[in-house]
């Protein structure tokens, strides 16, 4: 049975950081493409960042350029979401993703579309 499973998420005051983490299971995933996404309350789920197979490629949803930082062990079947100056506004659950594919353009990764294995979610909620 193929498992992704988030770890790493809490409570945090702006200005914070968190690192999540999520471990895969079942499968190995050093050939595909990972991501991250996210969906606040009321809000459809939304693509927060991806990696491609080897980590040498990243995509970034604007809003967190510059915080976020993802990264992978394929040793260890896991990837990483680093958020750092954390915000209000990325207060949501955080999901982990992995595509069956190695990579593709910025079009096709920030979509659900070529992820086929989901986690159940990890929350994160930025308050002071």
């Known amino acids: 049975q193929v498992q992704l499973v988030e770890s790493g998420g809490g409570l945090v005051r702006p200005g914070g950081s968190l690192r999540l983490s999520c471990a895969g299971s079942g499968r190995t995933f050093s050939s595909d493409a990972m991501g991250w996404f996210r969906q606040a309350p009321g809000k459809e789920r939304e693509f927060v960042a991806a990696?491609?197979?080897?980590?040498?490629?990243?995509y970034y949803k604007d809003s967190v350029k510059g915080r976020f930082t993802i990264s992978r062990d394929n040793a260890k079947n896991t990837v990483y979401l680093q958020m750092n100056s954390l915000k209000p506004e990325d207060t949501a659950v955080y999901y982990c993703a992995a595509a069956t594919v190695p990579w593709g353009t910025i079009a096709t990764m920030t979509v659900n579309g070529p992820y086929k294995f989901w986690g159940q979610g990890t929350q994160v909620t930025v308050s002071s």
């Open positions: 990696i491609n197979w080897s980590g040498s490629s990243t």
